[in-house]
């Protein structure tokens, strides 16, 4: 999706190794956001950004961190990968808080821990 | 808590013909509603998006439409074409930058 690009798109790793998604925006939102998708739960929050360094907790956070050290990255850790974590990985942006604001999504990164 | 709805969660329908795809929220007090389409293996594309004072918004043959006060949404799809079968999503906001996402429906639409 223009603007926003999601790296990698596919990633196979083994379970106990540390995974590092990338998400990386061209727009300069301020909001950032990962959530994962999963057969039967639909996309469920981990983490999400109001600006550089400012993180907070979503529904799902246990066992992922995350970092944003400029505007246009938002890094999603997998400290040690479990096989519940095999899912698809979804960024998404928005530009402002209040009602007028919506997401933009990137492409996604398909992980599966093996 | 916010908890989203969508109800069929899959759906066929031949071409041309009009459809209803429905969402229900549970707290009303939402400050906006949008509207998705995914395809297989894809990422998820923004249809529409409708404020709170909003009651409904129109875009080509899409239009949604908004109760708050039920608690509910609808997608409505026009002289619906096979180009149309995707995976439909609704996801509303209470301002804390959050949306919160129904499970979709998965539509097809049979040439």
């Known amino acids: 999706d223009a603007g926003i690009t999601q790296s990698p798109r596919h990633k196979v790793t083994e379970t106990g190794t540390p995974v590092t998604l990338r998400c990386h925006q061209t727009?300069?939102?301020?909001?950032m956001y990962w959530y994962r998708q999963d057969p039967g739960h639909g996309l469920r929050l981990i983490h999400y950004s109001y600006g550089v360094k400012d993180t907070d907790k979503g529904e799902v956070s246990d066992g992922y961190s995350v970092s944003r050290s400029k505007t246009e990255d938002f890094l999603l850790t997998l400290e040690s990968a479990t096989s519940s974590q095999t899912s698809v990985y979804f960024c998404?942006?928005?530009?402002?808080?209040?009602?007028?604001?919506?997401?933009?999504f990137g492409s996604g990164t398909r992980l599966t821990v093996v | 808590k916010q908890e989203v709805t969508q109800i069929p969660a899959a759906l066929s329908v031949p071409e041309g013909e009009n459809l209803v795809l429905n969402c229900s929220f549970t707290d009303s007090a939402i400050y906006n509603l949008q509207w998705f389409r995914q395809d297989p293996g894809k990422g998820l594309t923004s249809l529409l998006l409708i404020q709170s004072s909003q009651r409904e918004q129109t875009s080509g043959r899409l239009n949604a439409s908004l109760d708050k006060s039920s608690g509910r949404s609808t997608l409505y799809i026009a002289a619906s074409q096979p180009g149309d079968s995707a995976t439909y999503l609704c996801a509303v906001t209470s301002g804390t930058y959050k949306y919160i996402f129904g499970t979709g429906t998965r539509l097809k639409v049979l040439a």
């Open positions: 727009e300069n939102h301020r909001y």
């Open positions: 998404a942006i928005s530009e402002s808080q209040g009602n007028n604001y919506g997401y933009t």
